[in-house]
């Protein structure tokens, strides 16, 4: 049997779609946990008429990492699936990361496609760039673009969707409850790496991921990095091997990094000295390219609005 393990916390218009398109586009033999971090808003009254739910009400706001642990400790599945209360899964989505499952024994978490509500890439793999810092691969691309739409193996996939066997969850125990509401996802799979069991991506099981709309979602952005950072500084770059996979030549790869890390502040002084020095030169010319070419198209609405971002 499959667990359906999500977190609510308010916005309960999500959570409702979230359930809805479960109940809608999942077949098979499955059960769905919900845990409530003590919502204020309507979020539980909603919950209590979902008779199709195990639901459990905590008394204060415990976090994403305990919340999750929580619904592991109440499920009955053999395999977990974590998945965020501002998703909706697609017709098919569960059936991918069961078949992986099945062809494979020493999977130890499987991560889907994820979309925003306009159709882009929200999620296709999570590399790690070379300032140490882990990054979903390309972010904000085309759903419909070949690089996206392979299978294939990473250092670390998100938690707003991932499936681990729950014997594996329990050998790596889950999730680290250190981490409040951001980057437990990567290191619960770094952990899960270690052991020696590979994190998959398929791009065959579809969710669309409205990404972060939690309130106080990046409130502890600086604890968590710097935990982050205490504990897998020394993790291996990656981002460049699925560039040069998927043809990039190394032009595209260093435009790539200078957007990647050359727009981000420098807290842990590891930004290449090609980016941290090249972006000074690299982005002013990719701002003047970009106004170039809104002008040869003749494109004055986004003309307008690049320039009102400025001012």
């Not at 706001?61 to 642990?69: I, P, R, W």
């Not at 501002?86 to 098919?92: F, I, K, M, R, S």
């Not at 250092?155 to 250190?178: H, L, M, S, W, Y």
Request: net charge positive; aromatic share 10%.
């Amino acid at each position: 049997m499959i667990s359906i393990i999500t977190i609510s916390y308010n916005k309960s218009e999500l959570t409702k779609k979230c359930l809805e398109a479960i109940f809608k586009n999942t077949k098979g033999n499955f059960e769905v946990i919900v845990i409530d971090n003590a919502s204020t808003d309507d979020a539980i009254e909603c919950l209590l008429k979902e008779k199709r739910i195990s639901l459990t009400q905590n008394n204060k706001n415990l976090g994403f990492s305990k919340a999750n642990n929580q619904g592991a400790q109440k499920a009955s599945g053999d395999i977990l699936v974590f998945l965020n209360n501002d998703t909706e899964v697609q017709p098919g989505w569960l059936e991918p990361i069961i078949d992986i499952y099945k062809a494979e024994k020493n999977i130890g978490a499987v991560g889907v496609k994820l979309l925003f509500p306009d159709g882009l890439i929200q999620h296709a793999g999570v590399t790690i760039s070379e300032d140490h810092i882990p990054r979903h691969l390309y972010y904000r691309e085309m759903a419909n673009d070949i690089k996206v739409n392979k299978e294939r193996e990473f250092q670390a996939v998100t938690a707003a969707c991932i499936a681990i066997p729950k014997k594996v969850f329990n050998e790596v125990r889950g999730f680290d409850e250190e981490y409040v509401n951001g980057l437990e996802d990567v290191d619960l799979c770094l952990r899960i790496k270690q052991k020696g069991y590979k994190i998959i991506y398929t791009p065959k099981s579809v969710v669309i991921h409205h990404e972060s709309v939690s309130p106080g979602r990046f409130k502890f952005n600086k604890h968590n990095s710097d935990l982050y950072m205490s504990r897998w500084r020394d993790a291996k770059s990656d981002e460049h091997k699925y560039y040069q996979e998927d043809g990039l030549n190394w032009l595209q790869i260093l435009g790539r990094d200078f957007v990647n890390m050359g727009y981000s502040k420098d807290e842990y002084h590891t930004v290449p000295k090609r980016i941290k020095y090249g972006k000074y030169i690299y982005i002013p010319l990719q701002k003047c390219f970009l106004v170039v070419k809104l002008l040869v198209t003749l494109d004055f609405k986004t003309l307008g609005q690049k320039i009102r971002k400025v001012v």
